[in-house]
Nanobody, 115 residues
Framework: QVQVVESGGGLVQPGGSLTLSCTASGFPVRPYAMNWYRQAPGKERELVASITSIRGTTNYADSVKGRFTISRDNGKNTVYLQMNSLNADDTGVYYC????????WGQGIQVTVSS
């Protein structure tokens, strides 16, 4: 029963911070990589950040570099996305994925940046 579950979303003020968590469970092997995507209203889904399981290599979209940090806890099969200096453009549904030979997706979690 493979599951990918996001948590930690919600409403945050502009300039504020929020941390998302994603836990992957039920995998027979450790996922090769875990990723965060987002889809803002009226926009296409984009890759926000990724991290590999073995080396911890990270990758970021240009729009979030310097503001977002992805990290991992392999023992918990959990990945985090720390988001700082949030603005309205960061609003959207954030999706976590875990990749083995296939890619498994969470249901998505809403992040709203608004006063």
């Amino acid at each position: 029963q493979v599951q990918v579950v996001e948590s930690g979303g919600g409403l945050v003020q502009p300039g504020g911070s929020l941390t998302l968590s994603c836990t992957a469970s039920g995998f027979p092997v450790r996922p090769y990589a875990m990723n965060w995507y987002r889809q803002a209203p009226g926009k296409e889904r984009e890759l926000v950040a990724s991290i590999t399981s073995i080396r911890g290599t990270t990758n970021y979209a240009d729009s979030v570099k310097g503001r977002f940090t992805i990290s991992r806890d392999n023992g918990k099969n959990t990945v985090y996305l720390q988001m700082n200096s949030l603005n309205a453009d960061d609003t959207g549904v954030y999706y976590c994925s875990a990749r083995t030979t296939n890619e498994y997706w969470g249901q998505g979690i809403q992040v709203t940046v608004s006063s």
